[in-house]
């Protein structure tokens, strides 16, 4: 099974989210199932020091009438594609500022640049595209491109359907694809071109990162605009969940604790509960059950349930530790509630690695009171921590986290479902035996990237068998 993935991050090169984790980590675990894998993502400025000094190859295409072409970088089993104008910035996709105005061209030149060294290298089995910056790739197999790669089969992933890629029709010609794609059936979306919808219309199959969230995306609330595209593609579309790094991500072997501790040998977990108290000016009292939580502070993680709910929670006796960045508003926020309660609340507003591998371990419980939620990592790391989580159930977290089995699940985003939940979590905690259920049900979970990258490589089979 030979696989091309096209992706706009790769990490470790480049990474802004999921996005990068899973095009990083999937060729490595195709690769232990016997595929044959290969990658491919622009040389953006501060990757360039990852490539290696050979020559490179030069590939030319046109980007509708004007000429264009890509250097191909190669180290291992990725490969570079250099555009000195498109790719040689500070940032990925934009600046603080706002995304590029130029992203619609810099990213079709991905999609020729991949496809035309695809060509020259000998057409794979399947080449697998990711989000709208790679949408096109699908449709040019089918259309531009249909000599050379005759028996190749695609699929395309959505990691968040709400960036869609969505430029102005005047772009249409620098695709070549001709205007008689412009049609609500393939390109066009409300008079403008969308990037995404091709990748849905086209890709022999479709993936997005859980069970969950492909149902959900089916749907009104979170389709934004393309439910009827993935309603009537549902038999194509299909839900694999990521998985986590299992070597950065083990209780048992983690630089950043004060002890390790496993699920057979879990005392060292109180000693690195203690330490977090301690790193975080809190009474070190083992008996008073602390929640952490780590995550972007925006309206997708559901941090207006989180702050309502410290509010109406001021007099239990809980501990919370809190790691986020982000939107000013719940900052300020988040401070406010630490600031009322010192000896109950800590709150940091940071970006800071070790302390969430500090808050996971030291950790009882877990909050993730998310709005949507694709696939959610920090509940895999949770229940591998054995930090109970209690999580909304949507998307990835409904599929990961089953009430009174492995964690505590609510429905409804209000702040009194959050606190029964919770409520729940600490009836649960009282009692010993219980608890240890409950943390070794999550111990236990398989969360690492085998399981999804045999998924990924039943549906490429699927496809070139079918
Ligand atoms: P999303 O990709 O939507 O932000 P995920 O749960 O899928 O959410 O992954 C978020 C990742 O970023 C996790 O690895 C989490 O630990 C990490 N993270 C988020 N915010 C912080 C922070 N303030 N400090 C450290 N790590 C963070």
Redesign the pocket.
């Known amino acids: 099974m030979k696989v091309a993935i096209v992706a706009p991050e790769v990490a470790p090169f480049s990474k802004t ?2 996005l990068g ?1 899973v095009a990083g980590a999937l060729p490595g675990a195709l690769a232990a199932l016997g595929a044959e894998v290969l990658t491919i993502s622009p040389l953006y400025r501060p990757v360039q020091k990852h490539a290696p000094e050979s020559t490179p190859h030069q590939l030319q295409f046109s980007l509708g009438s004007l000429p264009s072409g890509v250097s191909v970088h190669r180290s291992g089993n990725h490969y570079f594609l250099e555009h000195r104008d498109y790719f040689d910035r500070d940032g990925l996709y934009g600046t603080s500022t706002g995304d590029f105005a130029d992203n619609g061209a810099r990213f079709l030149c991905l999609c020729r640049g991949a496809l035309e060294l695809l060509r020259a290298l000998g057409a794979p089995d399947v080449i697998h595209a990711h989000d709208w910056q790679t949408g096109l790739i699908p449709m040019y197999v089918k259309t531009l491109y249909r000599d050379a790669f005759a028996r190749t089969r695609t699929v395309f992933t959505i990691h ?1 359907l709400a960036y869609q890629g969505v430029f102005g029709r005047e772009m249409m010609p620098l695709t070549g694809l001709g205007w008689i794609h412009f049609n609500w059936k393939e390109l066009e979306f409300h008079g403008n071109l969308n990037l995404m919808k091709a990748g849905l219309v086209y890709a022999d199959a479709l993936t997005t990162v859980s069970p969950g969230y492909a149902r959900e995306i089916q749907t009104p609330e979170q389709g934004y605009g393309l439910e009827g595209v993935l309603r009537e593609r549902s038999g194509a579309l299909h839900g694999i969940l ?1 998985g ?1 790094d299992t070597a950065e ?1 083990d209780p048992s072997n983690d630089p950043h604790l004060a002890a390790r501790y496993s699920a057979g040998a879990p005392a060292g977990k109180a000693a690195c509960k203690a330490a977090l108290q301690r790193r975080c000016g809190l009474p070190e009292r083992p008996e008073v059950p602390l929640v952490g939580f ?5 309206v ?2 559901g941090i207006d349930l989180l702050v309502g709910l410290l509010e109406s929670m001021g007099g239990e006796d809980v501990h919370w530790v809190i ?4 939107d000013e508003i719940y900052q300020k926020a988040l401070r406010a509630a630490a600031v009322r309660r010192p000896d109950r609340v800590s709150a ?6 070790a ?3 500090q808050i ?1 371990a030291g950790s009882d419980l877990f909050v ?1 009171p ?1 709005l949507y ?9 949770s229940l591998r921590y054995g930090a109970v989580p209690v999580v909304r159930a949507t998307g ?1 977290l409904a599929d990961t986290v089953h009430d009174g089995e492995n964690g505590f699940t609510f429905g409804p985003y209000t702040v009194e479902a959050f606190a029964g939940a919770l409520r729940r979590a600490l009836e649960a905690f009282a009692d010993r035996a219980v608890w240890r259920k409950v943390m070794a049900a999550g111990m236990s979970r398989d969360s690492s990237w085998e399981a999804s990258a045999r998924r990924y490589l039943w549906l490429y089979e699927s496809l070139v068998q079918g």
């Open positions: 989210g999921g984790d968040n990521n986590i991500w780590v995550g972007r502070l925006s997708q993680k790691l986020g960045a982000g940091h507003v940071a970006f800071d690695a302390l969430a591998h996971e993730m998310s939620e694709p696939c959610g990592l920090n509940q895999l790391y990835g």
